[in-house]
């Protein structure tokens, strides 16, 4: 259910709605707008004689969501959702580049790599500190001391850092040294730890499971907006599929209709997408034409030699020349990359 107050309603008026929803034991969301506040409402709201609320002072409607997911709906948010994080912007206008290698491996990896890509406009670095591993004898990240690294490289350089959570003993950390949490493609349905970054101050980086239907993913996403965290980014990462050429099959056809039903930002990570470092430019291209808020990319100073996904990871000559062809192909799609 979502509750449209009037253009003049007063913060009285609003503060009066938002007490009358908790008393019927239900949860609000305000959601400021341009015009005038909208006010989301969640738990057992089938329960509830919406005629209570209408007749408040300074309510002007109720709308009733039909989508099972409600606060990550289109319905209920018409406008798209931006992102304001790390000196950058993500949502509408905008192509945001977050690149960086697959893992920390070092300090001076890191280092470059950051200054690197503050170099060339890009304001997010990321790198995997944990990492989830289909072999539990390939790398695994460095941890916590990894966390460090990207800490430091933050500091020094003013980048911001995204990295990856995969569990919930490690949530503060994590929280502390990144400006995005990932929740990776293994965990998106797994609820205490969407559960868990709901509660954090950071914006999360939702990937999509690799065999979840867009509704699955936007269910995902409400989990970590029910619990108050509504700066949910979306990224498409592949899904599995019959074909063998590639890692996964990147599924760009889900943009359009993700766009529809949610007003959340959209990624698109050709690198995991692909697993091939020759066909991420042009996934990478396909992506923006698509809608794509923005691209994760995988970038190491020297990728023959990562410890994590080398073959599907750019250098940075490589990196440098998609950013250009970005750039070009942003202008008449009426984009800026950032
Ligand atoms: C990654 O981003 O390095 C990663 C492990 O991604 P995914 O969860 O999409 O496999
Ligand atoms: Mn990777």
Redesign the pocket.
């Known amino acids: 259910m979502l509750v449209v107050m009037q253009t003049h309603a007063t913060q009285g008026q609003i503060d009066h709605v938002l007490d009358a929803i908790r008393d019927m034991k239900l949860t609000p969301h305000p959601m400021p707008g341009a015009t005038r506040t909208a006010i989301g409402i969640t738990g057992n709201v089938g329960a509830v004689d919406p005629r209570t609320l209408e007749v408040l002072p300074g309510v002007m409607e109720l709308i009733r969501v039909t989508k099972p997911y409600k606060l990550a709906s289109r319905e209920m948010r018409p406008a798209d959702t931006s992102i304001k994080v790390a000196n950058t912007v993500i949502g509408p206008g905008t192509c945001t580049m977050i690149a960086g290698p697959?893992s920390v491996e070092n300090e001076a990896m890191i280092l470059r790599t950051a200054e690197f890509m503050m170099e060339n406009g890009v304001r997010l670095l990321?790198a995997?500190a944990f990492?989830?591993r289909t072999s539990p004898y390939s790398f695994q990240g460095m941890g916590l001391e990894g966390l460090k690294i990207l800490e430091k490289a933050r500091a020094k350089t003013g980048i911001g850092i995204v990295t990856?959570l995969m569990d919930t003993d490690n949530a503060d950390a994590v929280e502390a040294a990144s400006d995005i949490i990932?929740i990776?493609?293994?965990n998106m349905q797994n609820f205490s730890l969407l559960k868990c970054v709901g509660k954090a101050r950071k914006p999360v980086l939702l990937?999509r499971g690799m065999s979840a239907t867009l509704e699955e993913w936007l269910m995902a996403a409400e989990y970590v907006m029910a619990g108050g965290n509504y700066n949910v980014i979306l990224c498409e990462?592949g899904i599995r599929s019959f074909s063998d050429h590639s890692r996964n099959t990147l599924d760009l056809s889900v943009i359009p209709p993700a766009k529809k039903l949610s007003h959340l930002p959209i990624l698109v990570?050709p690198s995991?997408g692909t697993g091939k470092r020759d066909y991420v430019p042009a996934m990478a291209l396909a992506s923006l034409a698509a809608g794509a808020d923005g691209l994760?990319i995988?970038v190491h100073p020297d990728p023959d030699h990562a410890a994590s996904?080398g073959a599907q990871t750019l250098d940075f000559t490589a990196f440098k020349k998609l950013l250009d062809a970005l750039k070009r192909l942003a202008e008449p799609l009426g984009k800026t990359v950032n």
Do not use: A, F, I, S
């Open positions: 697959c990321r995997g990492k989830p990856e990932q990776g493609t293994r990937k990462r990570d995991h994760l995988e996904d």
